[in-house]
């Protein structure tokens, strides 16, 4: 019986603890990794951020993620097409950013990223169009597009000339609009 007694005692005393003003409380908005509550990268962001370092190939895998989280809205589409323009895969890069200007033709990242891949593909006058485009949705604000604005019309009023223009890069856009853009020169 004596033995009982202080297993009351000590659950008694470890119950309240147990409470909601006990043990489950966070300490000081601490979590543990993955637990439900902390906010983790979403496979979008880490996609960027991988762009951002070169790893392209894994960066596709995360937009992929994504795509298949979040299904193809214009922000996955375009991660895609970007991602795919840097491994070389233009045609499917062009396709997919067609795409995502098709679901909302007001997505600059997208446009610009389209013009990038219409000037490796050499069609540059459509490319000048889209980052007129680009450059008169986003209302003048994006010096990386009013840039790749002017090196896609030097290129196309000095076709013939091949100068100083080819140490020239063009710049990607990633990120939507709720989010800090990265600009990387491709």
Known sequence: ????????????????????DGLN???????????????????????HR???AGEYELALQAYMRAAGQQGLNVDTLSA?????????????????LRQAIEKDATFVPAQNNLGVVLMEQGKVGEAAEVFRRAYATD???????????????SRLNDSGYEGPQED???????????????????
């Open 25 to 47: 409380r966070p300490a000081g908005g601490v979590y543990a990794p993955g637990v439900a509550g902390q906010m983790q990268d979403d496979a979008l962001t880490v996609g």
């Open 1 to 20: 019986m004596r033995g009982s007694w202080w297993v009351l005692v000590a659950g008694a005393l470890v119950l309240p603890a147990c409470s909601g």
């Open 50 to 52: 991988l762009m951002a």
């Open 80 to 96: 895609l097409g970007s991602a795919n323009l840097r491994l070389g895969r233009l045609g499917q890069a062009e396709r997919l």
């Open 168 to 186: 020239a890069q063009f710049q990607l856009m990633y990120g939507g609009a709720d989010r800090q853009s990265g600009i990387e020169p491709l």
């Open 139 to 153: 209302n003048g604000n994006s010096d990386t597009i009013r840039d790749n604005l002017r090196l896609a019309l």
